[in-house]
Nanobody, 127 residues
Framework: QVQLVESGGGLVQAGNSLRLSCVASGRTFSSYAMGWFRQAPGKEREFVATISCSTGNTYYADSVKGRFTISRDNAKNTVNLQMNSLKPEDTAVYYC????????????????????WGQGTQVTVSS
C-alpha cells in the first residue's frame, strides 16, 4: 500500500505560478513511475505530466508543455509539479498518482496505468 499526499494548491491570478508537491510512502519510491492528473468540474480526469522511474524522463500533455515542469526527489519520496504562466483553464483538482511496477524510462499517460492516487489538491486560476 502506497499513500500519496498532495499539497501546494490554492487560488492565483492568471500568469502567476504555483508549485504542487506529493509525498509518497514506501521504501522503493525510486522504482515508481509518478504522474499528475487533473479534473475540472464536469470534465473527465486528464493526464498532465509523468516522470519515469530510474531515468527521470518526463512527458507532458500538449496543453501544459512549456509551462509546467515535473520533477522528483527520490531521497525525499517527493514528486513536484511547477506550474508557471497559469491560465484560467488550468483550474482543476490536481491528483498525484504512482505506478509500482514500472519499466525504466517508460511513460505512463493513462489513469488506468496507475495503482495509487492522492486525495487531490484544488488549483483555481482567476482571470
Amino acid at each position: 500500500q502506497v499513500q500519496l499526499v498532495e499539497s501546494g494548491g490554492g487560488l492565483v491570478q492568471a500568469g502567476n505560478s504555483l508549485r504542487l508537491s506529493c509525498v509518497a510512502s514506501g521504501r522503493t519510491f525510486s522504482s515508481y513511475a509518478m504522474g499528475w492528473f487533473r479534473q475540472a468540474p464536469g470534465k473527465e480526469r486528464e493526464f498532465v505530466a509523468t516522470i519515469s522511474c530510474s531515468t527521470g524522463n518526463t512527458y507532458y500533455a500538449d496543453s501544459v508543455k512549456g509551462r509546467f515542469t515535473i520533477s522528483r526527489d527520490n531521497a525525499k519520496n517527493t514528486v513536484n509539479l511547477q506550474m508557471n504562466s497559469l491560465k484560467p483553464e488550468d483550474t482543476a483538482v490536481y491528483y498525484c498518482a504512482s505506478r509500482i511496477a514500472a519499466y525504466s524510462g517508460t511513460y505512463y499517460t493513462r489513469s488506468s496505468h496507475y495503482d495509487y492516487w492522492g486525495q487531490g489538491t484544488q488549483v483555481t486560476v482567476s482571470s
